[in-house]
């Protein structure tokens, strides 16, 4: 590694560990990704698709996509209840209060507002792509994501978490 690349290494290794720690990662599996980041940026940087010291929000994103993997992957291996929502992690495997609170509120919301939920939040998807899914509208499609967020906003005040 140039000096260049450890110099960017060590001055935004903190803020991307801390990014990755804050969105519910242990702290092996921030560790593990925020190296994954900077290899990624590294290869980036190697195959010349990155000029000068990478960005905090360039690094930012490749974190989340990371994330977002991780996330994807462990569903694959993670047996659901067989009320929970496919496509959501277990409260169990967060052991957070405010995971938990969030995955019961999920779990409570019906069955459509629950869909665009976690199709628009967990897996990013555009409202056109779940309207074209789910055989309704995108106006419909924003109106259940708008109930939906509110229903889960009055779950979470009543078990006491600020939303």
Known sequence: MDEFAASSYRRQYGRV?????RRGASSQDAEDLTQEVFEAALAAFADQRLVGEPSLPWLYTVAERRLIGAWRRSQKTESLDADSTPGLPSAESYGNRVSAALLVGLN?????????????????????????RLDISEEACRMRLSRGLATLRGHLEAEGVEP
């Not at 560990?17 to 720690?21: A, K, S």
């Not at 069955?111 to 967990?122: I, M, Y």
Request: net charge positive; no cysteine; proline share 7%.
């Open 17 to 21: 560990y801390r990014f990755v720690r």
């Open 108 to 132: 409570r919301l019906p069955r459509g507002q629950r869909e665009v939920v976690v199709l628009k939040l967990f897996q990013g998807l555009p409202f056109a792509e779940i309207a074209s």
